[in-house]
């Protein structure tokens, strides 16, 4: 058993295209994914652009994504990038992990919209966990906390740019990591769940909780 974690970077559909949009409103941009053994030891990496099809990447996307439509202009399209990371997650049986399950939404509008058929799809949906709800779950809290909040609370520097597929997958998967060894998760977190508890008598946000100095609370 191998543990997938996987992010998608997307674009809005250009509102002419009314059909489409009611079906999907968004499309991906930016496969980015991590390979984990059962260790929790990375042994593969995937990333790849694709194409959109009904309209442009809007500047708005690239400012935060980065990604042009320079970029992704010889880029395969949605159908065939998912066959390229379908070959790469192999045929070993393996569990997919996101940060939230906007991603296997998107996946499961946009198969429909663009009809999929790969029944290595519905393998993939089957075996999905979200894992910021697993996160919420590991803490005891039902607050859902971002992925960037997430890292800084087990005391390490979010890698890579916010908002880049791989490098938010690799985010994702050493928060999973650190939840193998659940004595230590559980120390190491103990200060967030305090926080929470605290946020929630104090009426203040917990991205309010997360300052500059938060990291020390983990040396």
């Known amino acids: ?10 674009n809005e559909i250009d509102k002419a295209y009314k059909k489409e949009r009611s079906i999907c409103k ?23 652009y694709v194409k959109p099809q009904f309209g442009q990447i809007t500047e708005y996307y690239t400012n935060l994504t ?9 880029c395969p399209c949605f159908l065939e990038a998912m066959r390229l990371f379908y070959e790469w997650a192999g045929k070993e049986d393996y569990t997919i992990y996101s940060w939230s399950d906007s991603d296997p939404a998107q996946i499961s509008k946009e198969a429909a919209l663009k009809e999929e058929t790969d029944e290595r799809l519905n393998a993939m949906l089957e075996s999905w966990v979200d894992y910021q709800k697993e996160f919420g779950r590991l803490l005891g809290i039902e607050k859902k906390v971002g992925l960037k909040d997430a ?43 305090e926080l929470f508890h ?20 983990f040396v």
Do not use: C
Request: proline share 1%; aromatic share 8%; hydrophobic share 40%.
């Open 26 to 48: 968004r499309e991906i941009i930016e496969i980015g994914a991590v390979k984990l053994d059962e260790a929790g030891r990375e042994i593969d990496s995937f990333t790849q």
């Open 151 to 193: 890292v800084h609370a087990i005391g390490e520097d979010f890698e890579g740019r916010q908002h880049d597929a791989l490098w938010d997958a690799r985010n994702t998967a050493d928060i999973y990591r650190l939840s193998l060894d659940r004595e230590k998760f559980n120390r190491v977190m103990s200060p967030i769940v």
């Open 198 to 217: 605290s946020q929630k008598q104090m009426g203040t946000t917990l991205g309010e909780l997360f300052g500059s100095e938060f990291s020390n609370l």
């Open 66 to 74: 980065g990604i042009t439509n320079e970029q992704v202009a010889e």
């Open 1 to 10: 058993m191998v543990h997938i974690f996987v992010d998608y970077e997307m």
